[in-house]
Every structure is written in structure tokens, then in C-alpha cells.
């Protein structure tokens, strides 16, 4: 799996960019704000979601003209479109029909680590759960729909809780919805674990392995019989807090650095970081056991944090993964130890335009 073309309009800083890719791992380099960033979250974009950076469609149009965004890629042997205009919602299209996002989970299977990741295990659990929830995404594609479905289900109880509504008919048929989906929910989450685990304790890697599990607010419920009871019994408490505290939405994702038995949470910052990039790594060693392809990998301003040794292991693992890879960095020197495996793009920008040059890795 690849991108071999990709079109930037009016997305970012970029007014108009494209790009013919030939499969091999990509390098762009350039200065801070020259818009290589903006590229990687325009790839994150061909999966469900609001990307890499999690903004808002209208964030993501280029200023000042603020027309509207597209971007479209060939991909996997389709043609993705996805784009934006003012006072309209983000809109899809696959192979030149309108498509829901969800569609795009069964076509393109994307893994990333940017730097905003790299306090994920010393704050909330919000940031955890989504890095949890795009692994089992990745493995799962249906996984986003069971969580669309809890979500929505889930806030229309939390209204019914806020408005201080009794009727238990309308709480039950809510909380029904939300116990299927959360059966699912929580068994993907366990699996897609289960096979970072057989990633990491198969690999040859220069990173740590981490042992991951999930703490759960109530611990013990897999079924969907099993939430639908704990909904219904916990309305009270609910009421008086005014939202649902049982549940999917209230796991946590728990790291321990595997050789040093030490959590996360306690590791060095150079420690976390090593820890991020083999579970990145894990992820789509996974995905190409499991299906025979390697996602697309996007690595933003990971190569500056390396020492060089460490860095050219983590080039090699990427090559050895025979997929895809998006890699940004200041200059060129970041990647030499890539050489000809990779193909170069240097990202320059001027009066507020990003441009995008093909050049060779030194």
C-alpha cells in the first residue's frame, strides 16, 4: 500500500502542491513552518477522523483566501478525494462517489507519531485513548463505526441525565445501544493488544518493547449483557454527575517499560519517546502479518531525537516493513543513512506559499 500521487489545494500553507511518489519511504525536510507538517496531516486525512492534528475542517484552509481545502490521492488502487468549503461540512469521495468517512478504514491503514504524542503517558487518559483506539482501528476497521455508535448513543443519555429525565424506557433502549457497542469496542481493543504483543515479542528491534493493558473503570465487563446491567443500575450516580462514568469511554491505556519493569509514566523523556516508536512500529508489523501489507507509516520530526546509530535501526525497520513511510526533518543529513531507499522532497516556503521539490538524500 501506497500513495503514488498526492494533491494539495489551498490546504495549509500549501496553495498548490503535488507529488508522484514511487512507493518507497518518503523523507521531506526544511526549515520549522515551512509546511512539512501540513503534508504528513494532509496524508493522515485518507483515514476516518479529523487527522494527525485533530482540527477542525475550517483550520485547515489557507489563509487569507479561506476558500475551501481538497486533497486528493491515488491510493491502493483508488482515488481519494476529500475537501472542504466554507460553510459546508468536510465531504469524501472514493473512486469519484460520495462516500462516508467511514469507507475510508477498509481502504487506507495509517500508524503515526508526532511530536504533541510525546507526553502521552504523563497526561490525561483522553490522548491515550484515541492512540489505543486508532491501533485497534487499524486492525479493526469496523472498530470507528462501534465507537461513532457509542458516542452518539452515549450523549443522548448524558442529555437525558442532564435534563434529570426518569422514563427507564428511554434510558434502556440508549443504554442497549451503547452495551452492543461497547462489546465491541472492548473486544477489539483486546485483540489489536494482543497482536502488538505477538509484534513486539517476534521483532528484531533496536527499540524496548512496552507491556500495555488496559485499567478499566469497572473492571470485568465484556458483554453487552454485562454494560447494559451497569448502565441501568448506575443511573443515579450518573444523574447526579450529570454523565455516563462506566464504560469504554473511561479505560486507560497502562505502559511498563518491559526490560526495566518500570511504567511509563516514570521513564526518562528519551525513554518514553523509544517506547512510542516501537509500539508505531509493533502497529505495523502487526497490520502487515495480519494482512499481507504495510500501512502507511508517518513519522513527524522523529529522526532529530535520535542518536545516529539508533536512528539508522529505526531506517532499517522502516525498509524492512516494504511499505510506505512519511518522515519529516529539518535537513537532508537527518536521513543520509536512508540513502537511495528513500525518495527526497525538500519543503521550502516563501511569502507564505509552500512548495514541494523532489532532491536526492545526500
Known amino acids: 500500500m501506497h500513495v503514488s500521487r498526492l494533491l494539495l489545494s489551498h490546504f495549509r500553507s500549501h496553495r498548490r502542491s ?18 512539512k507538517t501540513n503534508v504528513l496531516e494532509a496524508v493522515s486525512l485518507l483515514s476516518p477522523g479529523r487527522g494527525l492534528r485533530r482540527a477542525a475542517a475550517e483550520e485547515m484552509a489557507r489563509r487569507p483566501e479561506a476558500l475551501g481545502w481538497k486533497i486528493r490521492a491515488e491510493v491502493a488502487e483508488h482515488e481519494i478525494e476529500t475537501f472542504w468549503e466554507p460553510g459546508g461540512g468536510r465531504g469524501l469521495s472514493v473512486d469519484g462517489k460520495p462516500a462516508a468517512q467511514v469507507a475510508l478504514a477498509g481502504i487506507v491503514r495509517l500508524v503515526w507519531l508526532v511530536p504533541a504524542q510525546d507526553r502521552l503517558w504523563i497526561e490525561g487518559a483522553d490522548g491515550r485513548r484515541r492512540f489505543l483506539d486508532r491501533i485497534a482501528m487499524s486492525v479493526f476497521p469496523g472498530h470507528g463505526e462501534a465507537a461513532l455508535a457509542y458516542e452518539k448513543a452515549m450523549r443522548d443519555r448524558n442529555r437525558l441525565l442532564k435534563d434529570m429525565v ?14 452492543r457497542a461497547a462489546e465491541e469496542i472492548v473486544a477489539n481493543r483486546r485483540a489489536a493488544l494482543d497482536r502488538i504483543a505477538a509484534a513486539q515479542s ?9 507491556e500495555l493493558t488496559l485499567e478499566e473503570a469497572v473492571p470485568g465487563l465484556f458483554t453487552a449483557e454485562a454494560f447494559a446491567s451497569t448502565f441501568a443500575e448506575g443511573r443515579r450516580r450518573d444523574m447526579a454527575a450529570g454523565r455516563t462514568l462506566a464504560g469504554p469511554h473511561r479505560t ?16 526518562s523523556t528519551g525513554e518514553q519517546k523509544a517506547l512510542l516508536i516501537s509500539l508505531v ?21 522523529v529522526a532529530a531525537h535520535l542518536d545516529q546509530g539508533r536512528r539508522a535501526a529505526l531506517f532499517d525497520e522502516i525498509c524492512a516493513l516494504r511499505g510506505q513511510a512519511w518522515l ?35
Do not use: H
Not at 426518569?166 to 452495551?179: H, I, K, S, T, V
Not at 521483532?203 to 512496552?210: E, G, I, L, S
Not at 535537513?331 to 536526492?360: C, H, K, M, W
Open 328 to 362: 519529516t526533518g529539518t535537513g537532508p543529513e537527518l536521513f543520509a543513512e536512508l540513502g537511495d531507499r528513500a525518495q527526497g522532497l525538500s519543503v521550502t516556503e516563501e511569502a507564505g506559499i509552500s512548495r514541494i521539490n523532489p532532491e536526492a538524500l545526500p
Open 281 to 301: 512500529l509493533a502497529n505495523a508489523r502487526a497490520l502487515l502479518a495480519e494482512t499481507g501489507s504495510a500501512p502507511l507509516v508517518l513519522l513527524d520530526e
Open 18 to 35: 503535488e507529488i508522484a511518489l514511487d512507493g518507497r519511504p518518503v523523507a521531506l525536510w526544511g526549515p520549522n513552518g515551512a509546511g
Open 166 to 179: 426518569e422514563d427507564p424506557a428511554w434510558y434502556a433502549a440508549l443504554e442497549g445501544q451503547m452495551a
Open 252 to 267: 486507560d491505556l497502562l505502559a511498563i517499560y518491559a526490560e526495566k519493569g518500570m511504567p511509563a509514566a516514570q521513564c
Open 202 to 210: 517476534g521483532a528484531d528491534t533496536a527499540f524496548p518493547a512496552a
